[in-house]
């Protein structure tokens, strides 16, 4: 939670955060990270107000507030715009970072066991289009794709949304489930550890044999 509110108010405040802004400069400037679709919706929510009252002040807190409660207000027609705008930031950061010869983050380990996150509709969608515009489009970066991709999903019905929204809602109720069992099994293991390690060691060597 601090990192995601550090990470909003460094976005939100770009003038007093110099130095986050020049964050990884090198021989050759590290490409900037993609955000989600409510960041890019926070953004664009943030100059909208300032342009309507400039010379009104909110805190980051009540900012914040204001911000989810808009998001959580708007069509999924509005939210959809957003979604294209992350899915083309993240594709521009993907084929940034292939040419990108600097430093490299070294990514937190992922557990093998842990469920991996479903797709949204949105992204499914991307999945049925992508391999029919490509070879439509051979000569298309994956940037062009994906904004192409991002245009024909906002101007989709909500009839032809559905299926998607379907498949993401299934997949979403089996990623739960999934995930409520390995915190349970993970909770398991983490109290096994504990009871052995209050035991005598000559009790754990019967285990072991």
């Not at 979604?83 to 990514?107: F, H, P, S, T, V």
């Not at 009839?159 to 993401?168: C, G, I, L, N, S």
Request: positive net charge.
């Amino acid at each position: 939670m601090w990192g995601q509110k550090s990470l909003l108010s460094k976005l939100l405040n770009p003038e007093e955060n110099h130095d986050f802004m020049n964050m990884g400069k090198e021989t050759q400037q590290r490409p900037k990270v993609n955000v989600s679709s409510y960041i890019h919706f926070l953004l664009s929510y943030k100059n909208k107000f300032k342009e309507q009252q400039p010379n009104a002040y909110l805190g980051f807190k009540e900012f914040s507030r204001k911000c989810s409660e808009k998001w959580r207000s708007i069509s999924k027609h509005e939210k959809a715009k957003y979604e294209a705008l992350a899915k083309l930031d993240k594709a521009r950061y993907q084929e940034e970072m292939m040419n990108y010869i600097g430093k490299r983050r070294k990514r937190r380990k992922r557990d093998p066991q842990a469920p991996r996150r479903p797709p949204s509709s949105f992204v499914l969608f991307c999945q049925d289009h992508y391999a029919q515009l490509k070879k439509e489009n051979p000569s298309w970066s994956v940037v062009q794709v994906a904004k192409a991709t991002g245009k024909m999903w906002s101007t989709s019905t909500d009839v032809e949304k559905q299926p998607y929204e379907q498949r993401a809602a299934l997949l979403r109720s089996k990623y739960f489930e999934e995930l409520d069992l390995y915190r349970k099994q993970c909770h398991s293991r983490k109290n096994f550890r504990v009871q052995r390690r209050g035991r005598p060691e000559s009790s754990k060597r019967m285990d072991s044999v």
